[in-house]
């Protein structure tokens, strides 16, 4: 059974950088592809970008300039930085596997993060 | 990045009612499409994949169809739990993008 935990700082400062952490269990870290999704309130899902245990990775060009994700393998554990923050990075933020190498469905997700930024 | 056209955008329905949900892609993608229900508070959850496909542990009320660039999701017998929000999802190419949702909501 995969488990999914995921955690980092809620409220942050406008300019300040979101860093947040998924740690997963219960199944090889190095089969699948990892992702960051996140929802604004009321608004829809936006992916972020994703990573393998090798480091590579595809981002969101809208987010590209801003976005780092990293992975610590023998953790099973990856990680989001997003900088300059802006109220408009306010959303529930989102860990996800992929079902399949590659572009591909998500499953398991994680709980989700709030994060908000305000002054 | 290829667009997702979800509709309707909020839905009034019934325990027990039969409901569909269209999602619409602003090119082809095949068969590379899935389905999501998030509820408040929960994890985000996978229903379809590949259009049709029922993941497993789905109660098999939930379906899927289309292909192509026209998708439909339909829930029939509706149960309380079922009152959430769905989302489409293209994984044709990257960037893999989310239709807008569409809240099901107790008449």
């Known amino acids: 059974q995969v488990q999914v935990q995921q955690w980092g700082a809620g409220l942050l400062r406008p300019s300040e950088t979101l860093s947040l952490t998924c740690a997963f269990s219960g199944e090889s870290f190095t089969d699948h592809y990892w992702s960051w999704i996140r929802q604004p309130p009321g608004k829809g899902l936006e992916w972020i970008g994703d990573i393998i245990h090798s480091g590579t990775t595809n981002y969101n060009p809208s987010l590209k300039s801003r976005v780092t994700i990293s992975v610590d393998t023998p953790k099973n554990q990856f990680s989001l930085k997003l900088t300059s923050v802006t109220a408009a990075d306010t959303a529930i933020y989102y860990c996800?596997?992929?079902?399949?190498?590659?572009?591909?469905?998500?499953?398991?997700w994680g709980q989700g993060t709030l994060v908000t930024v305000s002054s | 990045d290829i667009q997702m056209t979800q509709s309707p955008s909020t839905l009034s329905a019934s325990v027990g009612d039969r409901v569909t949900i269209t999602c619409r892609a602003s090119q082809y993608i095949s068969n590379w499409l899935a389905w999501y229900q998030l509820q408040p508070g929960k994890a985000p959850k996978l229903l379809i994949y590949k259009a049709s496909s029922l993941e497993s542990g789905v109660p098999a009320r939930f379906s899927g169809s289309g292909s192509g660039t026209e998708f439909t999701l339909a829930i029939s017998s509706l149960q309380p739990d079922d009152f959430a929000t769905y989302y489409c999802q293209q994984y044709n190419s990257y960037p893999p993008t989310f239709g807008r949702g569409t809240t099901l909501e107790i008449k």
């Open positions: 996800a596997r992929h079902t399949t190498y590659g572009v591909a469905p998500f499953d398991p």
